[in-house]
């Protein structure tokens, strides 16, 4: 019930293409859903994220999708470019002792073809 | 602004040496810190959380320890390492009840 599944576990893209990663939770606990950017080498960044309360958030080129019936988000990268290639985390989390707890999807490896 | 330190960045220890990572934080007070795990080509495994000094909640129990002496300073020590302990370790904090963290560059350690 913790689990936050992500898919898939790697991707290619060609540059100007959209870049979609799903991911799917099971505890309707969590109440905010961040993805996460990591380059080779560097620890993850924030991305983007989105609270439960409403469908979709867009930043630049950046979107999520939720779905919260389902128990669904996704990440839409468009016009996809070679910088945009790194490793995207998703992940869920929820109120806990003194701050918040967070699960992290297994990760999507995005490599963005020239 | 904030901004969060940890070293080294990389590290080779032998197997059965001590080891000492740290991590510290500026430009905030009371931070949450949080030490994750990454073994090569795959998620973030949380391994210890601090919410204030001396506070030390432990997710996985295994060879590591963790410790908080002051406000905005968290280390991760082993007194004999493995190899399994070999992964890339990142440090994290964020601000109290906020959501989100900021990470640290993290340490490549490879135990041999």
């Known amino acids: 019930q913790q689990q936050v599944k992500q898919s898939p576990q790697s991707l290619i893209v060609q540059k100007g293409g959209i870049s979609i990663i799903n991911c799917a939770y099971e505890?309707?606990?969590?109440?905010?859903f961040p993805w996460y950017q990591q380059f080779p080498g560097k620890g993850p960044a924030l991305l983007i994220a989105?609270?439960?309360?409403?469908s979709e958030k867009k930043e630049g080129r950046f979107t999520i999708s939720f779905n919260k019936s389902a128990k669904q988000f996704s990440l839409h990268i468009m016009d996809s470019q070679p910088g945009d290639s790194a490793t995207y985390f998703c992940?869920?989390?929820?109120?806990?002792?003194?701050?918040?707890?967070?699960?992290f999807g297994a990760g999507t490896r995005l490599f963005v073809k020239a | 602004s904030q901004t969060i330190h940890q070293w080294p960045a990389t590290l080779v220890q032998p197997v059965g040496s001590p080891l000492s990572l740290e991590c510290t934080v500026e430009?905030?007070?009371?931070?949450?810190l949080y030490w994750y795990r990454q073994a090569a080509g795959r998620g973030l495994q949380l391994l210890f959380y601090?919410?204030?000094?001396?506070?030390i909640s432990s997710e996985v129990p295994q060879n590591l320890s963790a410790s908080r002496p002051q406000d905005r300073q968290f280390i991760l020590s082993s007194k004999k390492l493995l190899l399994s302990d070999s992964g890339f370790y990142l440090c994290?904090?964020?601000?109290?009840?906020?959501?989100?963290?900021?990470f640290g560059s993290g340490t490549r350690l490879t135990v041999v």
């Open positions: 989105i609270r439960p309360d409403v």
């Open positions: 430009g905030t007070s009371n931070p949450n």
């Open positions: 994290a904090w964020a601000p109290g009840v906020v959501y989100g963290y900021t």
């Open positions: 992940a869920a989390s929820t109120p806990d002792t003194g701050g918040f707890k967070t699960i």
């Open positions: 601090s919410v204030g000094i001396g506070q």
């Open positions: 505890n309707t606990a969590f109440d905010y």
